[in-house]
T-cell receptor, first 112, second 118 residues
Framework: SQQGEEDPQALSIQEGENATMNCSYK?????LQWYRQNSGRGLVHLIL?????REKHSGRLRVTLDTSKKSSSLLITASRAADTASYFC????????????FGSGTQLTVLP | KAGVTQTPRYLIKTRGQQVTLSCSPI?????VSWYQQTPGQGLQFLFE???????NKGNFPGRFSGRQFSNSRSEMNVSTLELGDSALYLC?????????????????FGPGTRLTVL
């Protein structure tokens, strides 16, 4: 079963705007990772944030983690049409560090 | 460095048949995990192998099995295929430690095998 939910399920924005996606999870975790998937293809790793970190940046990506609320957000700044994809958060729970549990995903569409 | 490769990319089978999917991890990676992705259930963990040993298994029936070879390449097998087994099967590799206390590091995914069961 999935660890949690992502919000929104679908997001449509104009090129140049920022996109924010949220992820909630249920159990205590070691790490949280964000992945991108283009149209039924493989997953591309975007960023990993450890449970003792609160914020992390990578290029146009900014990830926050609030372990007290069991939630994370992914912000993509200055979005581009090429950012159109599904975005998933994935957690590895304490005691189950060898498997990832994925959220339901957010389908992001960036309109040119 | 070459990425994770999976073969075949597409497969069509009929109910009752069996299928074997193959995954070659990134050179030097010793851990291989398998995931199933369907529109209804999303991404679900199947199992993980490290040094030819299955270390963790998801909640799937015994029809789903796997193995890992000494060169870290892995195969998964699904026997007695059902319509509901139609899915994208993803393989992921990581350099991975062997201890239980090792925090998870990045997993690198292959392009997947699209299995259609008719």
């Amino acid at each position: 079963s999935q660890q949690g939910e992502e919000d929104p399920q679908a997001l449509s924005i104009q090129e140049g705007e920022n996109a924010t996606m949220n992820c909630s999870y249920k159990t205590s975790i070691n790490n949280l990772q964000w992945y991108r998937q283009n149209s039924g293809r493989g997953l591309v790793h975007l960023i990993l944030i450890r449970s003792n970190e609160r914020e992390k940046h990578s290029g146009r990506l900014r990830v926050t983690l609030d372990t007290s609320k069991k939630s994370s957000s992914l912000l993509i700044t200055a979005s581009r049409a090429a950012d159109t994809a599904s975005y998933f958060c994935a957690t590895d729970a304490l005691g189950s560090a060898r498997q990832l549990t994925f959220g339901s995903g957010t389908q992001l569409t960036v309109l040119p | 460095k070459a990425g994770v490769t999976q073969t075949p990319r597409y497969l069509i089978k009929t109910r009752g048949q069996q299928v074997t999917l193959s995954c070659s991890p990134i050179s030097g990676h010793r851990s291989v995990s398998w995931y199933q992705q369907t529109p209804g259930q999303g991404l679900q963990f199947l199992f993980e192998y490290f040094s030819e040993t299955q270390r963790n298994k998801g909640n799937f029936p015994g029809r789903f099995s796997g193995r890992q070879f000494s060169n870290s390449r892995s195969e998964m097998n699904v026997s007695t295929l059902e319509l509901g087994d139609s899915a994208l099967y993803l393989c992921a590799s990581r350099s991975g430690g062997g201890g239980k206390s090792t925090h998870y590091n990045e997993q690198f995914f292959g392009p997947g095998t699209r299995l259609t069961v008719l």
